[in-house]
């Protein structure tokens, strides 16, 4: 008697054609979940000494999501903030910095997301 698999129902395939709305939605609270961090993070790491505190307190961190196109906008909200990234050949800069530490934070976080998806 030989053995026959018999198929009743097709659930892979609904699945698979979930997997790239629940991959982007997972991304999108990803980044909205680093958004608030990377913002505290260039506010305590900014390494000018404070005058007004005006410059700390107007750094602030936005996010995007545009189709599957998700991302963390960091920025200065003082007319002054780019000399602060830009003169002394960039001592008081913190743009770039936390771009960097936060950015591989970020990758990190979305690495292991994705491996457990798999």
Excluded: C
């Excluded at 980044?31 to 505190?53: C, H, I, L, M, N």
Aim: hydrophobic residues 40%; aromatic residues 10%.
């Amino acid at each position: 008697m030989a053995n026959k698999f018999v198929m009743t129902e097709d659930t892979l395939t609904p699945g698979l054609q979930k997997f790239p709305g629940l991959v982007d939605n997972e991304i999108r609270r990803t980044v909205d979940f680093f958004s608030p961090r990377v913002e505290s993070y260039a506010r305590t790491k900014a390494p000018w000494t404070d005058q007004t505190g005006n410059a700390r307190s107007s750094l602030h961190a936005t996010t995007s999501h545009l189709a599957d196109k998700h991302s963390i906008t960091i920025a200065h909200g003082m007319p002054y903030g780019i000399w602060l990234e830009l003169r002394f050949e960039g001592k008081y800069a913190i743009i770039i910095p936390t771009i960097k530490a936060q950015g591989a934070e970020l990758m990190n976080t979305l690495r292991s997301l994705f491996r457990r998806m798999h």
